[in-house]
């Protein structure tokens, strides 16, 4: 498997991640704060994917799309967390050429579907605002289903696309990445060959499975925000608009770091920032996501209450 990925164009049999310091003190300390977010960040997703089982009330479209999201974030910092913690308190800092290719297409994959996801429940909230009436029929099991499944097969094809642009080229040495894993603007910086072509295959990528689904989300607000204006009761404004802070809030952490990391030239990246980038919307979205969405969401509180028999939430 390892010499059909190399081909003739790499010597490069693994490669070095760089991490946040070289300092042991420091990275017992973000090794502490990293293991504690990620630890965090398992229990609530999974809290949050659990109860929406058990709970039949919770069997909506709205929660359906809620549950595949925190799969998608525990997925998503797995696959980079659990690794950049071994090198934190280790001394070798190795990954595998073949290791490198899988985690650069694993990432890719969960974060172009749940790029796409989040246009879905944008789509979610307009047909439960715009059109409650007609929002089970709309919003059937069938059309939520083949929306995810959508959003799953475009994350497999466009991650493969990005991957294989990235991978073909030529990797002589050094083999340093100055990165906590191996994402794709940071691993290019080591090849061999002109970069400029990828560039543009970024550019472009980054417009449609970020752009557009970013621009699909404005869209559909637009015409949300211009329903709730036309509710009479205040009370009722104020309820609608807070079916979507949650959701607008996850969006913005997760979509401009991303912008600003794929749809900018390489020339112009900085390995410090594209670090925090990366970790802001890798583990400090999926960390946050659990806590945005059922800190004021009654209808979590209600169903943990429920399952852990601690009382009855209020109604």
Known sequence: MQDFLLGN???LTEFILLGFSSNTEINVIL??????????TLSGNGLIFTLIRMDF??????????????????GYVTTTVPQMLVHLVCKKKTISYVGCVAQMYIFLMLGITESWLFAIMAYDRYVAICHPLRYKVIMSPSLCGSMVAFCG???????????????????CGPNEINHFFCEVPAVLKLACADTSLNDQVDFILGFILLLVPLSLI????????????????????????????SHITVVTMFSVPCMVMYMRPGSEASPEEDKKLALFYNVI???LNPIIYSLRNKDVKRAFLKVTGWGNAPE
């Open 285 to 287: 979205s999926a960390f």
């Open 153 to 171: 097969f475009w994350g497999i094809i466009c991650a493969l696309i990005y991957t294989v642009c990235a991978m073909i080229l030529p990797y």
């Open 31 to 40: 090794f502490s704060v990293f293991l504690f977010l990620y630890l965090i």
């Open 9 to 11: 164009h790499s010597s």
């Open 218 to 245: 404005i869209i559909v607000y637009i015409n949300i925000f211009t329903a709730i204006l036309r509710i009479r009761s205040s009370q009722g404004r104020l309820k609608a608009f807070s079916t979507c802070a």
């Open 57 to 74: 009330r919770l069997h909506t479209p709205m929660y359906f799309f809620l549950s595949v999201l925190s799969i998608l974030d525990m």
